[in-house]
């Protein structure tokens, strides 16, 4: 399952990646049958309305948020499906070092409409998907969610967060050519010969 990211061009920095365990489904521990082809799965959209979908998002990075804030990892790791809580809060404290070191802000996610690139989708392995970025200043927080569905409930799976620009950066100007001096010939004309005084 690949990654994608809105913005062409965008040169993004990957802060996290934390896709752990697998879900699999009686028919992807079935062999196919020698005699058949196997059939190739699609995702399917998520019966999710919009309401909900902001929530998941923005408790997700609100959570991750507070934990880097704090350096406690604790209610991350309890809010997630039980192959996200394999890990310990000190391997999460550990995973998100860089984030938590360079101070990033998600605060935001809070007040801002998030720009969805994938909407929510149902993936072969019933993980419920979901890729944005919320715009904002100065950089553009981007990220790819996963859930797994826990007694009725989604549950944090997967999170992957990076930060890119707001806007698209021109390219630099290329340098000017260095100046070259003209001479017209009226400049280097010879001067006129003094006239003799009378």
């Keep these: 399952m690949g990654l994608r990211w809105l913005g062409a061009g965008l040169a993004l920095l990957v802060v996290a990646l934390l896709i752990f365990g697998a879900v699999t489904t009686s028919a992807q521990q079935t062999p196919p049958q020698s005699h058949q082809a196997p059939q190739q799965q699609a995702a399917k959209p998520a019966n999710i ?19 880097n804030k704090t350096g406690n990892y604790t209610v991350l790791r ?47 392995n019933g993980l419920l998907h979901i890729a944005g970025f919320f715009p904002s200043v100065p950089s553009q927080v981007n990220f790819e969610l996963l859930f797994a ?38 400049q280097i004309a010879a001067p006129k010969p003094a006239v003799p005084a009378k």
Excluded: C, Y
Aim: aromatic share 4%; proline share 11%.
């Design 49 to 67: 309305d919009r309401n909900g979908v902001l929530m998941l998002i923005r408790s997700t990075l609100l959570a991750l948020d507070h934990a």
């Design 78 to 124: 309890d809010l997630g499906a039980p192959a996200f809580q394999v890990n310990t809060a000190a391997k999460l404290a550990e995973i998100f070092a860089k984030q938590r070191g360079e101070k990033l802000d998600l605060s935001g996610v809070a007040v801002i409409d998030p720009q969805l690139s994938l909407l929510p989708q149902i993936e072969p």
């Design 149 to 186: 569905p826990v007694e009725g409930q989604w549950r944090v799976f997967g999170v992957s967060l990076s930060v890119g620009q707001s806007a698209p950066v021109a390219p630099s100007a290329p340098e000017p050519p260095p100046a070259k001096a003209v001479v017209s010939q009226k």
